[in-house]
């Protein structure tokens, strides 16, 4: 290992400069990798090499740890918790049949990576949470290096799980294994990059991509009380709407409630001018408004600038639209996002 400047020219080239505790993570990062190399052939290493990095959503977790992925490990793999456990479930398909088949695919995974990466740890099944420990647990006695991220601290995954008392040997071997850093703050760094954007994106896949480090689906469909409706993109975190596709179809507000409740981020692109002859498009959005504005839901409208004072051109609903614009105006401005930070 060289030094904590090669991390740090990698976030330079993403034009990132860490934060003090985001800083302080990395230099402790340095210290304990440095440990991990001091082994010899007589002196068994006791440091697995592994870290749990938890704390605050958007505070830079996955930032900070694909970046010392890229830098440091050229034999490693980066997945999402989700897509993680998919592949273990598709690897346990596999070798059904097998004796012990939970090793086999621990000794399969060990083949391909020295090192791994999984994002957005958190337990929510309890068929995951009876697979995980075993696998983590068998790759690290491989000489396997993860690297985790989550939002909880270890001691609060699965918390209140069906039969977790099965779970808490694994988390007794994450405390014991794992180099367990909080990665403490309150700013969430998808909020600020976010509330600076002030105008349409002329690719709002570029920047969903950049901004949300999970996969996500282009040109799907979602469900929302057992219907189907058109949507530009989605993954677990957000939903990507069309104003002229999704409004347009027969939706009313216990779909926008459904929806605020389901998804931390909305973005709605494809707008355009509407008069009286939208009328049933209008009430849509205005009921869509006001009620994720009182869900203080987060989102992001692309726009250009200006737009707003010719969004709606009809008389039938000037009073209605009155309240929405004003709202439009607010959920538009930096101060939304980060006033929804604070609270």
């Keep these: 290992m060289q030094d904590i400047e090669i991390v740090l020219e990698n976030l330079a080239s993403q034009e990132v400069t860490p934060d003090q ?15 991990y190399k001091q082994t010899s052939f007589f002196r068994k290493n006791s440091n697995p090499g592994s870290i749990y990095l938890w704390g605050p959503v958007g505070r830079g977790k996955t930032l900070l740890l694909k970046a010392i992925d890229s830098s ?24 059904s049949k097998n004796k012990n088949p939970l090793a086999l695919v621990a000794k399969k995974i060990a083949k391909n990576y020295d090192m791994l990466f999984i994002d957005e740890f958190q337990i929510e099944d309890i068929a995951d949470a009876m697979i995980i420990g075993s696998v983590i647990e068998s ?3 491989k000489g396997i290096r993860i690297m985790l991220s989550s939002n909880s601290h270890p001691n609060n995954l ?10 808490l040997p694994a988390i007794e071997f994450i405390q014991s ?4 850093f909080n990665l403490e703050g309150s700013e969430d760094y998808r909020l600020r990059d976010i509330a600076l954007i002030r105008s349409y994106e002329p690719d709002v896949k570029e920047f969903l991509g950049k901004t949300f480090s999970e996969e996500w689906a282009e040109s799907q469909k979602f469900i929302v009380n057992d219907r189907s409706f058109p949507c530009e993109g989605r993954s677990s975190k957000f939903l990507w709407l069309s104003f002229q596709e999704f409004f347009s179809e ?15 981020w909305l973005f709605i692109s494809n707008f355009h001018a509407c008069d009286d002859q939208h009328l049933d498009k209008i009430r849509r959005f205005i009921s869509f408004i006001d009620i ?40 538009s401005s930096e101060s939304y996002l980060k006033n929804l930070e604070k609270n």
């Excluded at 897509?83 to 070798?95: A, D, K, P, T």
């Excluded at 699965?158 to 779970?167: V, W």
């Excluded at 027969?250 to 931390?264: L, Q, V, W």
Aim: glycine share 4%; net charge negative.
């Design 21 to 35: 505790a985001q800083q302080l993570f990395l230099e402790a990062f340095i210290e304990f990798d440095y440990k």
């Design 72 to 95: 440091y490990f050229k034999n490693s793999g980066q997945f999402h918790f989700l897509e993680f456990m998919q592949l273990i479930h598709n690897s346990l398909f596999e070798v």
């Design 139 to 141: 790759l690290v006695s």
């Design 158 to 167: 699965y918390k209140d799980g069906l039969q977790r008392n099965k779970f």
């Design 177 to 180: 294994n794992f180099m367990i």
């Design 250 to 264: 027969p939706c009313g507000s216990k779909d926008f409630i459904d929806i605020a409740k389901n998804y931390e």
């Design 292 to 331: 994720t504005y009182q869900e203080r839901q987060k989102m992001k409208l692309f726009y250009a600038d200006g737009f707003l004072t010719d969004f709606y051109q009809g008389t039938q609903l000037k009073l209605l639209w009155e309240r929405s614009e004003s709202r439009l105006h607010e959920i």
